[in-house]
């Protein structure tokens, strides 16, 4: 995509967060209405990626809601690969907050699953902000390699991963919703450092950034009571960011819906609250209740995840950072705890990839991803870290350049092929993997089971 630098953005190149230039491209130009904030959303190029158009929430600095999605009715419009879906919110009162938006909460508005490579924000007045998969990746929340270009510059080109969030939990994906503090997401080469040293100012600053395993369109989201960075240096004060006492959450007033409650995708929000109990179960085996109460929502396992009630809806909305989605199959009983983690995207053994799991294939019992295959010649596309990662979720990928594929639902890393002769590795040309010596279905030098495959769907990547 071609286009002018812009605003500075946070990017994943390597395991560091980084700052890298955004493509003008990428940004909706300033709103012709004073009420009007322009919000485009760009998935992953895959089709498994797409799917249907989130909710979009905007909050002030103070906390309070600005603003919901302007035509409901188009709620959950498909999202199609690699393609910029743009969204219109409309400020609920012109005059009733002097304050432009500073949060955002995106939520699942259907069973689809979708993969978000980036966000950008233009507001009423130009401001323009713009968040990236890749801090998702940062802090331990499902994701994938995506393939939209986001920045070339001195870094080369960036191709943020995506973050997956879904509405029902069926493709073993329990993060419904993201809340996300948009200034906090400009950046700057002091910032980028100031994270790198600090990740857990951004991954547990449930304000600043925080995935949902329980999110809809009426829900508030946490903000902070006081600035928390200089906004000339953009360096964070300590960790102010991690005060609790800092932080603090309004509820919604319904009434502000309006007519929007007869409208159609307001029924269609609460027949979804309704179905809340078998999603849930189909999901994470608890049930959910509904109604006027608080809701019992169990917190995706593998953190430490408090319960927050909002007072208006009656519903809890949960952390559902490294959920059981993901778990990594070669230490499936043991998560990585801690709510919003940084994911150093290492192997949990640290073993050689050709010695992890010797002698034994660890299913994901949450992979829900098969036929698939995304080939990718991209050097920041790393499949070994991508199989290493216990938050990465998604189809299998292979980089040739790289010389590695990776069988997701195992989470097991294999050579490439290199010669006609050798065995136990995958074949670019045919898309399977050799057996090994002797048309043996064991490897001889790690005793892995070597997996047997057909692609349905084949996704080269450029």
């Not at 698939?372 to 070994?384: F, M």
């Not at 216990?390 to 092929?417: A, F, H, Q």
């Amino acid at each position: 995509m071609a286009g002018f630098l812009a605003l500075d953005g946070l990017a994943l190149i390597g395991t560091a967060i980084t700052t890298v230039p955004v493509i003008q491209d990428l940004f909706n130009p300033k709103p012709d209405s004073s009420t009007t904030t322009k919000v485009r959303i760009i998935v992953g190029d895959a089709d498994f990626a797409e799917g249907n158009e989130p909710h979009v929430s905007l909050f002030d600095r103070s906390g309070n809601n600005i603003g919901f999605t302007s035509d409901f009715r188009q709620f959950g419009d498909v999202i199609n690969r690699g393609q910029p879906a743009d969204i219109d919110v409309v400020q609920i009162d012109p005059g009733a907050s002097a304050n432009g938006a500073e949060y955002m909460a995106l939520s699942a508005s259907e069973g689809n699953a979708i993969c978000i490579s980036i966000v950008t924000v233009t507001t009423p007045t130009g401001i323009k902000y713009s968040f990236m998969g890749d801090i998702a990746t940062q802090c331990g929340i499902p994701w994938f390699p995506g393939n939209v270009l986001a920045s070339i510059g001195p870094k080369g080109e960036v191709r943020p991963n995506c973050v997956w969030i879904d509405g029902d939990g069926t493709n073993g994906i329990n993060t419904h919703g993201l809340g996300m503090h948009l200034p906090s997401f400009q950046s700057n080469e002091d910032r980028e450092q100031d994270f790198q040293e600090h990740p857990d100012r951004m991954c547990k600053s449930d304000p600043r950034f925080k995935a949902y395993d329980a999110l809809t369109f009426t829900d508030s989201i946490p903000f902070f009571k006081e600035p928390v960075f200089d906004g000339t240096t953009l360096l964070d004060f300590d960790d102010k960011a991690l005060d609790q006492s800092n932080w603090d959450q309004k509820p919604i007033d319904l009434s502000i819906l309006g007519q929007r409650r007869r409208s159609y995708s307001y029924q269609k929000q609460q027949q979804y609250e309704q179905d809340g109990d078998a999603r849930n179960v189909a999901a994470t085996g608890t049930t959910t209740g509904t109604g006027t109460g608080t809701t019992n929502k169990k917190a995706v396992a593998g953190g430490n995840h408090r319960n927050e009630t909002n007072t208006t809806t009656g519903t809890t909305a949960t952390s559902s950072q490294e959920s059981s989605a993901t778990e990594s199959a070669g230490d499936d009983k043991k998560k990585h705890g801690g709510g919003n983690n940084p994911d150093p995207n290492s192997n949990p053994k640290n073993m050689n990839p050709n010695e992890q799991d010797k002698g034994k294939n660890r299913k994901n019992k949450n992979w829900k991803m098969p036929g698939h295959l995304i080939v990718t010649p991209h050097a920041s596309h790393n499949v070994q870290a991508v199989c290493k990662s216990r938050s990465s979720m998604g189809p299998d990928i292979v980089n040739p350049k790289e010389g590695w594929y990776c069988d997701m639902e195992t989470k097991t890393l294999w050579e490439v092929c290199k010669t006609s002769k050798q065995g136990a590795c995958f074949d670019v040309d045919t898309n399977r993997m050799r057996m090994g010596k002797g048309n043996s279905r064991r490897d001889e030098k790690s005793g892995r089971v070597i997996p047997r495959k057909e692609y349905t769907t084949v996704k080269q990547w450029k």
